[in-house]
C-alpha cells in the first residue's frame, strides 16, 4: 500500500545514464518518472517504474547499487496552482521535503507528484485529509 | 666554499674507510655487549664481534627493520643505562607503529653538528639568523637545525610550525636569513607573503634548509622563486638521529652524507645482496658513533642511488640522491608517512568492503590526498546527504588514524582500476625524482 522508487548509485562519467537506460530497456521496463539528484563527483538516480522486482533485479545483475525506498506519490489535478495546493498542506504540517519530482499521466488529466519526507505517514495523513488521493505501485502500472 | 669542519668534510675517501672501519669493530662490539636483540640476531647468524675487523665485513652482519625496533618497543634497543640518556624522540607513526630513540649529550652533539654541516654548506655562519620552522617535539625536525643553529652561533628563532602570520612577522621584524622547515611549508610561506604584498626581493632571506619530505627539481625552482632564496635539501631519520645525515652543497647535486658517523650501503631490497655504487637499491644505515640507540644495517625502505664521483665543493663525503620511491608501501603525505594497511583498518572497522584507491597528486606545491571507496548497498541511501554524511564520518575516521585528513568519496561497485583483477590500491601522480635527474647524468 505505498508507493515505492528505486534509486540507483551512478559515478558521475560520461556514459553512465545511458547504460542503465539500455539496461532497463533491454528489460522492457518503462520508466513513468524520474530525478537525478548530481553532486561533482556522484549521482543518484531516482525512478518511479513499471516493475521495480525486474528492474532491481537487472540492474543488480549489472552490479549497480539499488534501493527501493517508499515514497508519497499524491495524485493532483494537471492544472496551474494544483502542487502549490499540495505542498501548501505539507507546509502547514510542517513537514520538510527532502526531495520532489513529478510526472503527468498520459491521460493528461492527472498528474503526480513523487514526495521524499523523513515522516511518509504522517504526510500522507495530512494530504489525505486536505483532499488528495495517494498513488501506490499498482496504480504505477495502469497509468 | 664553506665548511663547518674542513678537515673531516674534506677527507681523502681511504682516511674515510680507515676511520670507518675502526668505528665499525668498536660499536659492533658495543652493540653485541649491549643489545639484546642484535646479539640474538648474530647468534643466530653464527657471526661473532671478532668477526668484524673492517668496513669489507659489513655484509657479514643481519639487517635491522622498522618492525624489528617496534617489536622492541621502547626500550628493547637501548644500548646505554636510561641515566646515560638526555632525551628521546619518536617517529611520527600511528597504530603501535612509533619507534621511540634515545640519545645520549654525546649523540645530541654529534648530531646537531651534522645539521651545523648542513647549514654551513649553505653558506650560513654564525652572522645568520635561522628561523626554525619545523615542528618542535618528539618530531627531530626543530631540535636538530635547533641544535645545528646553536652550534654554529647563528642567533636562533624557534618558532616552531604553523601560525604563519607570526612567522612572517619575525621573519620581516629580526631579518631571517635562513629558514628550516618542511617544503611544502615553504611554498606556503612563500605564497602567504606574496598575498601580503612582500616581494622576494623584500624578504631578508638568502637561503632555506628543506628536508623532512620528498620534493621535487621543479618544486625547489618554485620556492626559490617565491622566496627569493636558494633552497637546500637536508635528509635523515628519527632512527639515525634526525636530519643531517645527509645535507646538500652549494652545488645541490645530491646529498653528502655525513661518512665519519655512517655508512651507507644500497642494497637489492629483493635479495638483500649489497649492490655496486651507481645502483638503484635501498638505502641501509650502519650508525658508528650512536651511543644510546646503535643501529647497524638499518634499511630505511628509501630507494635511491649513491654516487662517489668528485663533487667540485671539495667535500669528500659521498652523495645520495633524493629518495625516488620505497621498498615498501609507504607513502609520504604532506609529510607525514601514511601505510595503506591503515586505511584498510578505518575501512573494516567502519563496515565497508576494503575495496579502496588511494590517489595522492601534488597540485600548487601541495600534496592532494584522496580516498576513493567502493559503496555497498548498506552504505547507500536515496539522499545526497546521506552519501556525503558517510563520507564525513569516513574522513574523521581516517583523519584520527593518519594524522592527516583524506578527501573521501563514495564511488560505484566495481568502478575501481583493476590489474589483472587486483585492485590497484596506490595511484601516485607526483613526479618526484628521475635518475636522469641525478648528478647530472
Not at chain 1, 548509485?9 to 553512465?16: I, L
Request: glycine content about 8%.
Amino acid at each position: 500500500m505505498a508507493l515505492n522508487q528505486l534509486s540507483v548509485f551512478v559515478d558521475n562519467t560520461p556514459g553512465a545514464l545511458a547504460d542503465i537506460a539500455e539496461v532497463l530497456a533491454n528489460a522492457d521496463i518503462n520508466l513513468r518518472a524520474l530525478s537525478i539528484a548530481d553532486t561533482e563527483r556522484f549521482g543518484i538516480l531516482r525512478m518511479i517504474v513499471s516493475d521495480n522486482k525486474m528492474a532491481t533485479a537487472v540492474l543488480k545483475g549489472k552490479g549497480y547499487i539499488v534501493k527501493e525506498t517508499e515514497v508519497v506519490g499524491v495524485k493532483i489535478g494537471d492544472q496551474p496552482g494544483k502542487m502549490a495546493e499540495a505542498l501548501k498542506v505539507l507546509d502547514l504540517a510542517k513537514i520538510n521535503l527532502e526531495y520532489l519530482y513529478a510526472f503527468c499521466a498520459r491521460t493528461a488529466r492527472h498528474a503526480y507528484l513523487v514526495i521524499r519526507v523523513a515522516d511518509n505517514q504522517k504526510a500522507e495523513e495530512v494530504l489525505t485529509a486536505a483532499g488528495f488521493h495517494m498513488i501506490e505501485d499498482s496504480d504505477v502500472a495502469k497509468l | 666554499m664553506n665548511f663547518f669542519q674542513k678537515e673531516t668534510e674534506t677527507m681523502p675517501v681511504s682516511e674515510i674507510k680507515k676511520l670507518q672501519s675502526e668505528k665499525l669493530v668498536r660499536q659492533v662490539r658495543h652493540v653485541y655487549e649491549h643489545v639484546e636483540p642484535y646479539r640474538r640476531k648474530m647468534d643466530e647468524l653464527g657471526v661473532k664481534p671478532e668477526d668484524i675487523r673492517g668496513i669489507e665485513d659489513l655484509p657479514k652482519l643481519p639487517f635491522v627493520t622498522k618492525n624489528d625496533l617496534r617489536d622492541e618497543y621502547p626500550k628493547g634497543f637501548l644500548a646505554v643505562p636510561v641515566k646515560d640518556c638526555v632525551r628521546i624522540h619518536s617517529t611520527s607513526g600511528t597504530t603501535g607503529r612509533r619507534v621511540v630513540a634515545f640519545y645520549t649529550q654525546h649523540d645530541i652533539d654529534l648530531w646537531e653538528e651534522c645539521c651545523a654541516r648542513a647549514i654551513v654548506a649553505a653558506g650560513g655562519s654564525n652572522e645568520d639568523v635561522v628561523q626554525v620552522a619545523y615542528g618542535y617535539g618528539l618530531f627531530t625536525g626543530g631540535s636538530g637545525l635547533h641544535g645545528g643553529s646553536h652550534k654554529v652561533g647563528c642567533l636562533t628563532l624557534p618558532m616552531s610550525s604553523g601560525n604563519t602570520d607570526r612567522q612572517i612577522q619575525f621573519m620581516m621584524d629580526l631579518g631571517a636569513t635562513f629558514l628550516c622547515c618542511t617544503p611544502s611549508y615553504a611554498a606556503y610561506l612563500g605564497e602567504s607573503l606574496k598575498e601580503r604584498g612582500i616581494s622576494p626581493d623584500q624578504n631578508p632571506l638568502k637561503a632555506g634548509i628543506f628536508g623532512a619530505e620528498p620534493w621535487t627539481e621543479e618544486m625547489r625552482r618554485s620556492i626559490e622563486e617565491s622566496l627569493g632564496i636558494k633552497a637546500y635539501d637536508i635528509y635523515g631519520l628519527t632512527e639515525t638521529s634526525g636530519p643531517g645525515v645527509s645535507f646538500e652543497c652549494c652545488e645541490q647535486q645530491g646529498m653528502h652524507i655525513n661518512e665519519d658517523h655512517f655508512i651507507a650501503e644500497i642494497i637489492d631490497p629483493e635479495t638483500g645482496e649489497v649492490l655496486p655504487e651507481g645502483s638503484r637499491g635501498e638505502l641501509v644505515f650502519t650508525s658508528l658513533d650512536k651511543e644510546a640507540f646503535p643501529l647497524l644495517r638499518y634499511r630505511t625502505r628509501d630507494i635511491c642511488i649513491l654516487s662517489r664521483k668528485k663533487c667540485s665543493c671539495g667535500r669528500t663525503f659521498i652523495r645520495m640522491t633524493k629518495p625516488m620511491g620505497r621498498s615498501d608501501d609507504m607513502l609520504i603525505i604532506r609529510g607525514v608517512n601514511v601505510f595503506p594497511s591503515q586505511i584498510e583498518t578505518v575501512l573494516l572497522k567502519e563496515g565497508y568492503s576494503p575495496n579502496y584507491q588511494i590517489v595522492v597528486d601534488r597540485v600548487n606545491n601541495n600534496d592532494t590526498f584522496d580516498i576513493l571507496v567502493e559503496m555497498d548497498e548498506a552504505m547507500f541511501g536515496d539522499t545526497v546527504s546521506a552519501i556525503t554524511g558517510r563520507e564525513k564520518s569516513l574522513m574523521a575516521a581516517m583523519r584520527t588514524m593518519l594524522g592527516i585528513g583524506p578527501a573521501v568519496h563514495l564511488v560505484a561497485p566495481h568502478s575501481i582500476q583493476r590489474s589483472e583483477g587486483k585492485a590497484v590500491r596506490v595511484i601516485d601522480k607526483r613526479k618526484l625524482v628521475t635518475d636522469s635527474q641525478w648528478l647530472g647524468k
